[in-house]
């Protein structure tokens, strides 16, 4: 079964940071355009960020412009999203995944995604 799997997420402070990765040992994430979602509780799931494929081209949404930041580690067959100055409204479950469509970032729409990882709880509080 296609899966990724996600960790790094944690408890922390608002102003806070996490670092989350997205990894596989099944097939080389550099051949797909990666993407982060969240899911806070009674909501839907949302697009957080996207990579492209040659990771030259990322996308954020507005909610996490100036904070968040994506990029790849081919050598680790990794994915990061760093996240800075988070905030309590950033607490959600967060969760990777491949975009099966495109090889560059178009639209978080969760039926163009798979091989969704469990996820990663992050909680920002004080």
């Known amino acids: 079964q296609l899966q990724v799997a996600e960790s790094g997420g944690g408890l922390v402070q608002p102003g806070g940071s996490l670092r989350l990765s997205c990894t596989t040992s099944?097939?080389?994430?550099?051949?797909?355009?990666i993407g982060w979602f969240r899911q806070a509780p009674g909501k839907e799931r949302e697009g957080v960020s996207c990579?492209?494929?040659?990771?030259?081209?990322?996308d954020y949404a507005d909610s996490v412009k100036g904070r968040f930041t994506i990029s790849r580690d081919s050598a680790r067959n990794t994915v990061f999203l760093q996240m800075d100055n988070l905030k309590p409204e950033d607490t959600a479950v967060y969760f990777c995944?491949?975009?099966?469509?495109?090889?560059?970032?178009?639209?978080?729409?969760?039926?163009?995604?798979?091989?969704w990882g469990q996820g990663t709880q992050v909680t920002v509080s004080a």
């Open positions: 990579i492209d494929r040659a990771g030259g081209s990322t």
């Open positions: 995944a491949i975009q099966l469509t495109h090889y560059i970032c178009q639209g978080y729409a969760p039926s163009d995604f798979g091989a």
């Open positions: 099944r097939y080389p994430l550099n051949n797909y355009a």
